[in-house]
């Protein structure tokens, strides 16, 4: 038996507490990305996004509530990373 990778229905409950977490922290989160972009003086910050989803990870409460939606990211950035690696 297969089992299905990204479950639907559990992507749908999340959705609400996602959306309203990420909105309530949209402008910070753009202000420290942009930042990010225009400060190449220290190498060693990490991006905005990859330290969001550390935060993210690091909490049971909010790797539960958001379970799908990280598999999402994650494989998102496995095709990203995969695809810009056979440029």
């Known amino acids: 038996m297969v089992h299905a990778i990204l479950l639907g229905g559990d992507l749908n ?3 609400g507490l ?3 977490t990420m ?3 949209i402008t910070q989160a753009m202000a420290e990305i942009m ?3 225009f400060n ?3 190498p060693t910050i990490i991006h905005p996004l990859t330290y969001m989803w550390r935060v993210i990870h690091a909490s049971q409460l909010l790797f539960n509530d958001f379970l ?5 990211a994650e494989i998102t ?3 990203v990373l995969g695809f810009v690696g056979n440029e």
Do not use: G, I, R, W
């Open 13 to 15: 409950s999340q959705q």
């Open 18 to 20: 996602f959306k309203l």
């Open 23 to 25: 909105k309530s922290n």
């Open 35 to 37: 930042a990010f972009a």
């Open 40 to 42: 190449k003086v220290n």
């Open 68 to 72: 799908e939606y990280l598999k999402v």
């Open 77 to 79: 950035m496995v095709h």
